[in-house]
C-alpha cells in the first residue's frame, strides 16, 4: 500500500501468517507481531522467548534498554535485566542492572529462584533482603498528616491487619497526631499496647 490523498497511515507491508501463525505487518516504520495496527517500533501480541547461550554459570541473556546513546556509541549507557545461571542445575535468577555515564553497568537487584529479593546483595537470605556497604535504610512515608505502618502478622487469607483470621502486630506512625503507636491484632480485636509521642518522646503503655 501507499499513502492515500489525505496522507494517512496506511499498512505498507505484511508477511502473512499460515494456519494458526501470527502475521508480521510494518507500518509507518512500526513493526507489529500478531497485530495490524503496531503503535510502537516493536509491538507484539503474544509471548516473547529470549534464549542466550549455553552458560554454565553466570549472565548470558539480557534485556537491555538505552538511554540518550546506541550500543555503536556507548555500550554501557543502558539499564535493563539479566538472567543469571547458577550452576548446572538450571536456577535461574533475575538481576536488574543501573548506572551513570559511561562507566560499566552494575546489578542493583536480585530476584532468586525461590522469590527472595535482595537489594543490594545478590544473595538474599531473606523474602526482602537490604544492604549496603556503609549505610542501608528503608523509607515508608507517606504525604502530610497520613499514617504509616508496618505489620508483622501471620494470616490463613490474604487480609490486612484488623482483618479476620489475621494474628499479630503493627507498628503505626500517625501524621495527624504525630505519635508512634504498637498495637496487637487478633481478627478484628486490634489494642493498643504503647504509644511514642513524636515531639517530646513521652511513652505510655496500655
Not at 499479630?168 to 499496647?193: E, M
Request: aromatic residues 8%; contains cysteine.
Amino acid at each position: 500500500y501507499t499513502d492515500n490523498a489525505s496522507n494517512s497511515s496506511v499498512e505498507r507491508f505484511r508477511i502473512e501468517g499460515g494456519a494458526n501463525v501470527d502475521s508480521v505487518y510494518f507500518s509507518n516504520s512500526n513493526v507489529g507481531i500478531g497485530t495490524n495496527a503496531p503503535s510502537a517500533k516493536l509491538d507484539v501480541v503474544g509471548n516473547i522467548n529470549i534464549t542466550g547461550a549455553d552458560t554454565n554459570t553466570g549472565f548470558d541473556r539480557y534485556f537491555k534498554m538505552y538511554g540518550n546513546s546506541v550500543p555503536a556509541t556507548n555500550t554501557n549507557r543502558w539499564a535493563g535485566i539479566g538472567l543469571y545461571n547458577n550452576g548446572g542445575n538450571n536456577v535461574n535468577e533475575l538481576a536488574f542492572f543501573t548506572g551513570a555515564g559511561d562507566g560499566a553497568r552494575t546489578e542493583k537487584v536480585r530476584i532468586n529462584n525461590v522469590g527472595k529479593v535482595g537489594i543490594g546483595i545478590t544473595t538474599p537470605t531473606t523474602l526482602l533482603d537490604v544492604h549496603h556497604a556503609t549505610h542501608s535504610q528503608v523509607t515508608i512515608s507517606s504525604l502530610g498528616n497520613k499514617d504509616c505502618s508496618l505489620s508483622l502478622i501471620e494470616r490463613t487469607s490474604v487480609s490486612s491487619f484488623g482483618s479476620n483470621n489475621v494474628y499479630g502486630f503493627q507498628w503505626k506512625y500517625n501524621g495527624a497526631d504525630n505519635k508512634l503507636y504498637l498495637s496487637s491484632g487478633v481478627d478484628t480485636n486490634v489494642v493498643n499496647r504503647l504509644t511514642v509521642q513524636r515531639d517530646d518522646g513521652n511513652v505510655g503503655i496500655g
